[in-house]
Each structure stands twice: as structure tokens, then as C-alpha cells.
């Protein structure tokens, strides 16, 4: 029996909520992927960080023992270069005159410290490097909903994407004065790293600028990142945060870093907007809860 036309409409409407359903389902997997991914990687990158920050400890502590030495031994070469005045006309001092010559031994004086502090500074440089690459993955808090400081976090997150940024723009920070919220922070690194890199891309062949703001408004904290790039046209605008669109060439871009970072920010029952004009840069901007809207429930 041929169905009428009602039954027609109807099985239409359900075959397309079973369709639409199906590509939720489908958009939903691949996010639960590429986050089971990246929490992969930062466990790594967090033990791989444990592993540099041992050896890296006891170097800078060597580092500071070798220091203490060298002052102990220009003390006694001093006393030494003070002796020399009675040995005045011998053939000692000739010899010491004729060896000082050779191995250049006030340049060594000065050089010497100099060449300690710059090793110093280098290793700090490491360790701060480390300690941001810990701070980045936050392997350590298992997913549990904590305070943090957000601009902790775009500090770390910045310096692990600097060699990304470097070479394409300068970065201004325009921080206002925020309190910490909760939140799950590895995450929100992963925000804040997703929409800074975009924003290296998104500069032209000269170098560019990009500014990352923040402020607070009512319950709320705000961060805006902005470039002064290509921009993005109208007609894409409504599908930044779809997943696998990208305006990137073939091979530059998979299509989920803005579609994780737009999951992410609605987990913490936050927004993300972007606002944009074509050849005049794009600006994103994440507003989040100060305190997560769910804990308030159950407290309540």
C-alpha cells in the first residue's frame, strides 16, 4: 500500500533528524579523539619535561658550586700576582711574565665570568622552558576542575609556541587585572595555543602584530586574541567553528583547532566569538565563568 503524502513528509523529516543526529554523533567523535590525542601528547610532553628538569637541576646546582670555585682560585691568583714584586729580575718572573703573556690571563679574568653568567643564564632559560611545558600539559592535575591563574597560562602558553610566532609577529600583552577562575586549565591552554597559532598564520608576508587582552565583565573573565592579517570573509564567518573547515592551504590545516577550542569553551559553559573584516585581521574573544555555573548548582 502506497503511503499518502502526510507519511511521506513525516518519514523526510526523520530520515533528516537522523541524518543531522548522525553528523553530531560523527563531529562529537572526532573531538573526543582529538582530545584523548592531546591529552596524550601532554603526558608525554609533561614526563618528557620531568626527564630534562633532573639533569638541567643538578647542572645549574654544579653550575653555582663552579662559580664559588673560580672566585676561590682568582682570590689566590691575586695573591699570587701580588708575590711576583719580590721576584722581580729573576728568571721566575720572567717566566710567569712570558706565561701570563701566552695564555692571555687578564682576558681570561674577564672573560671567564662572563662566560659562566651567559651558561647561567642559558640554563635558566631551559629550566623556564621546561617549567612552561609542564605548566602547558598539566598532565599532573588528571582532568580535575581547579583555580588557576589564566594569565599564567598564556604566559606558558606563548613561550611553547614562540618559535611558531617569532619569526611572523611581535606579541603585546594588554593583560587587565583578572581573578583566578575554575577551570580545567590544560584545556584552556589548548584554547589560547589553537587561537594564537591561527593568529601567526593569519599575518601577511611582512611582519605582523598580535595582541592578547583581557578583562573582566560582571561573573565573567574575557580574553581577546588579534591579529592584523588576511582577516576572514563574510561567508566563512558562520563556519569557523565547524569541524574540518579550514581556509588553510592543503596540508597547512586540519579544520579542528578552532571546532576543539569552541568544544572546550562550551565545556567550561563559556562562548567564543569572532569578529573580523577582510584584510583588516580577526579578533577572537572567549568569555568564561569565574566560577564553573555547575559547582554553583550543587551548591545551591
Not at 610532553?45 to 647542572?59: D, K, L, T
Not at 642559558?122 to 605548566?135: A, N
Not at 569572532?274 to 574573544?285: D, K, N, Q
Amino acid at each position: 500500500m502506497p503511503m499518502s503524502e502526510s507519511e511521506l513528509i513525516s518519514l523526510q523529516r526523520a530520515n533528516k533528524a537522523l541524518h543531522a543526529l548522525n553528523e553530531s554523533l560523527r563531529s562529537a567523535q572526532n573531538q573526543l579523539l582529538q582530545s584523548e590525542r592531546l591529552a596524550s601528547i601532554g603526558q608525554l610532553a609533561a614526563g618528557v619535561a620531568h626527564e630534562i628538569n633532573n639533569p638541567i637541576g643538578y647542572v645549574f646546582s654544579n653550575f653555582g658550586t663552579l662559580e664559588t670555585y673560580l672566585e676561590r682560585l682568582f682570590e689566590m691568583l691575586e695573591a699570587y700576582e701580588q708575590a711576583e714584586a719580590a721576584l722581580a729580575g729573576s728568571a721566575v718572573a720572567t717566566r710567569l711574565a712570558a706565561l701570563r703573556t701566552r695564555v692571555e690571563l687578564d682576558y681570561l679574568k674577564q672573560d671567564i665570568p662572563m662566560l659562566m653568567g651567559e651558561s647561567k643564564e642559558g640554563l635558566s632559560r631551559v629550566r623556564k622552558i621546561v617549567q612552561d611545558l609542564k605548566d602547558f600539559s598539566r598532565a599532573d592535575t588528571r582532568q580535575e576542575w581547579v583555580w588557576a591563574a589564566l594569565h599564567q597560562g598564556i604566559d606558558s602558553t606563548l613561550n611553547i609556541v614562540a618559535n611558531e610566532i617569532k619569526y611572523r609577529a611581535d606579541v603585546r600583552r594588554e593583560y587587565g587585572a583578572l581573578p583566578d577562575i575554575e577551570c580545567l586549565p590544560s584545556e584552556l591552554n589548548q584554547v589560547f595555543l589553537n587561537l594564537l597559532v591561527n593568529a601567526a598564520h593569519a599575518v601577511g608576508p611582512e611582519r605582523g602584530l598580535i595582541v592578547v587582552r583581557s578583562g573582566t565583565a560582571g561573573n565573567e573573565v574575557w580574553i581577546e586574541v588579534e591579529d592584523d592579517g588576511c582577516g576572514i570573509a563574510p561567508e566563512h564567518l558562520p563556519r569557523v567553528f565547524d569541524p574540518f573547515f579550514t581556509t588553510k592551504p592543503v596540508g597547512r590545516g586540519t579544520g579542528l583547532g578552532l571546532s576543539l577550542a569552541y568544544g572546550i569553551v562550551q565545556k567550561h559553559q563559556g562562548r567564543i566569538d569572532v569578529r573580523s573584516e577582510p584584510g583588516r585581521g580577526a579578533c577572537f574573544r572567549v568569555t568564561l565563568p569565574v566560577r564553573r555555573p555547575l559547582a554553583e548548582g550543587v551548591a545551591a
